[in-house]
Structures are given as structure tokens and as C-alpha cells.
């Protein structure tokens, strides 16, 4: 397995804002090098992310699902109306206690996910903003199954 962790050139993803003018440029070229040095399966290739991270992580999964197979979304904000492309698998997990980001935030995106006729599994926990290390673990099988 090969991680690629690179973090928003501002305080969070610009994609949150509605630009993608800064961090997708630097994501692309971030993902040429991954693929340029390691052996990448194109065929079992996700994207994930954590909060503002979660929602870039989706939109990035919406607009490249014939590059992305699987986003792991973890406590995201809301959903980036994009043109999708593809159709990747999502797994989408979220606190029933967030005060940051109230669950319903994943309800609902998940909802407007399966309307588009995507494969989605939504894992709520008793719990806040985070991501608890069991529900880590699930994700992370479920993406490898």
C-alpha cells in the first residue's frame, strides 16, 4: 500500500469555498509523482479525508470516479455540486454527537449520493467530531475487500 498525505496549501481545502484553483493543480501534480514512483492499482485507487477533508475527498470522488474506485469520507460538511464522472464506492462514517458538523450533514449527502445511483455505506458511532479507531479499521477493511 502507498499513502500519498498531502495537506491544503491554505487553512482548508479550497474546494470548500467553491475554488479549485489552488489544491487541485497541487493534487494533480502530487498524484503524477505517486504514480510516476510507486506501482499504483488504478483499479483499487482511493481518495479520503477527515472534516473539510471528507467533503474535498467526495467532491474529488464525484468528479473522478473513473480515477477514484473508492472515497473514504470521514465527518464531511457537505456536498460540491460537480458533474460526475464515474461512479465510485463510498464509505461515509459521522459522529450521532458532532457539534461541529451535525450528523445530518452525512445524511444528507449520502442520500443525494444514492439518488445519483452510487454504492454508499454510511457508519454512524456514538461520538463527535472524530474518527474512532475501530470505525478507521472498518473502512480500511472495507476498502480492501
Given at each position: 500500500m502507498a499513502l500519498l498525505v498531502p495537506k491544503s496549501l491554505d487553512a482548508t481545502w479550497d474546494a470548500i469555498h467553491g475554488r479549485f484553483d489552488l489544491d487541485l493543480p497541487f493534487l494533480g501534480a502530487a498524484l503524477a509523482a505517486a504514480f510516476r514512483r510507486c506501482a499504483v492499482d488504478r483499479a483499487h485507487l482511493a481518495v479520503t479525508g477527515f472534516s473539510d477533508g471528507a467533503t474535498m475527498a467526495i467532491a474529488l470522488g464525484v468528479?473522478?470516479?473513473d480515477l477514484f474506485t473508492h472515497v473514504?469520507?470521514?465527518?464531511?460538511?457537505?456536498?460540491i455540486p460537480l458533474r460526475r464522472?464515474?461512479?465510485?464506492?463510498?464509505?461515509?462514517?459521522?459522529?450521532?454527537?458532532?457539534?461541529?458538523?451535525p450528523i445530518d450533514h452525512s445524511r444528507t449527502i449520502v442520500r443525494d449520493l444514492r439518488r445519483a445511483h452510487l454504492d454508499v455505506h454510511l457508519r454512524e458511532f456514538d461520538g463527535g467530531h472524530t474518527v474512532?479507531?475501530?470505525?478507521?479499521q472498518e473502512a480500511f477493511q472495507w476498502f480492501v475487500r
Open positions: 468528479a473522478n470516479g473514504l469520507a470521514f465527518s464531511p460538511g457537505f456536498l464522472v464515474g461512479a465510485a464506492h463510498y464509505f461515509l462514517s459521522h459522529g450521532a454527537a458532532d457539534d461541529i458538523l474512532p479507531p475501530n470505525v478507521a
